[in-house]
């Protein structure tokens, strides 16, 4: 059912691209924005896992650059079932981790160096779970595209505010079409791909506490990472706002306007979910990794947190 929301979902961002096309440039301009959308999609299948990781400078990590970091991904790719993924790091302060990938064979895990010096070993491995579970679940393939086309849509709309606009017997709203276009279909886009994020989170969450065996742990992940997120500016996801469902966590700062509607479940309702299912008896507690996760010493920074 979530996939079927989910395809839903996706349909009506391509739909959304073609009403931002007819209110630009009319039947011709719908036209050209479904071959666009065809085209952005296609690009997007592909080339998924380049767009996310170049948005956010990721690095790729070696066991030998990364031991336990890259240790930690094998034994818990290995619970899950799953070819073991690139594993990635994005240089930032901000604690924070996303996975992407067209598909399981062609998957990468990326972490920020804030989140690998601010969680337990215990914490990490819950959120490295819950972006396999992403893997697992293909929505790394689901939640690029909706990126993409949300992000194409914004262009789109800001491309139709200079060129777009001329009145005729196919677009009899004219310039009052293209002023819609620039204020109300980027809004829209971020609430259908926010409705997407939604459906995804909680099983991610789920999964990625199965495959860690620790809900509480991921619990605990998830409430630091939203206390410094709210502190801490990334600044790759506010050049690129469209990226930030891909996060664990939103990793918006709040600061602009792009985080007026959250594209993540409320953090607490997620805590409070893995503390009920902890409840229940939860999977048992194994070990990850026997030893706590250091990321390559030029990725080290000094200062106070």
């Known amino acids: 059912m979530n996939y079927f929301r989910t395809m839903l979902l996706l349909s009506a961002l391509t739909a959304l691209f073609m009403c931002v096309g007819w209110l630009i440039g009319g039947t011709g301009g719908m036209l050209t924005a479904l071959l666009f959308a065809i085209g952005t999609n296609a690009y997007a299948y592909w080339n998924s896992d380049k767009l996310a990781l170049r948005m956010h400078g990721a690095e790729a990590v ?23 993924p690139r594993v990635m790091i994005v240089r930032g302060d901000q ?9 399981p064979k062609n998957a990468a895990v990326a972490a920020t160096t804030g989140i690998l010096q601010v969680l337990s070993r215990e914490e990490l491995a819950g959120v490295i779970a819950h972006e396999l579970a992403h893997i697992k679940n293909r929505d790394t393939l689901i939640m690029t595209v909706a990126a993409t086309v949300a992000g194409a849509i914004s ?3 800001q491309f139709g505010m200079f060129f777009g606009g001329n009145r005729d017997r ?8 293209a002023l819609l276009a620039v204020l109300v279909a980027p809004l829209a ?3 259908i791909q926010m409705t997407i994020s939604r459906t995804r989170e909680y099983s991610a969450d789920r999964l990625g506490a199965e495959i860690s065996g620790d809900p509480l742990a991921l619990a605990s992940a998830l409430r630091k990472i939203s206390s410094y997120a709210s502190r801490i500016e990334m600044p790759s996801a506010e050049r690129n706002p469209a990226s930030a469902p891909l996060f664990i966590i939103n990793p918006l700062s709040g600061a602009r ?7 993540h479940p409320n953090v607490e309702n997620r805590i409070r979910a893995l503390e009920e299912m902890a409840t229940r008896g939860g999977p048992a507690r194994p070990d990850p990794t026997q030893r706590p996760t250091t990321i390559p010493s030029a990725g080290r920074r000094g200062g106070q947190r």
């Not at 196919?170 to 079409?177: C, H, I, S, Y």
């Not at 306007?257 to 594209?263: A, H, K, R, V, Y």
């Open 257 to 263: 306007m792009d985080n007026l509607f959250s594209t």
């Open 95 to 103: 604690p924070n981790a996303f996975a992407t990938g067209r598909d």
């Open 189 to 191: 886009a971020m609430i």
């Open 62 to 84: 070696t066991r030998a650059s990364a031991p336990e970091l890259h240790d930690m991904v094998a034994e818990l790719a290995r619970r899950a079932d799953l070819p073991m």
């Open 155 to 157: 262009m789109l709309a």
């Open 170 to 177: 196919d677009n009899p709203m004219g310039g009052l079409g």
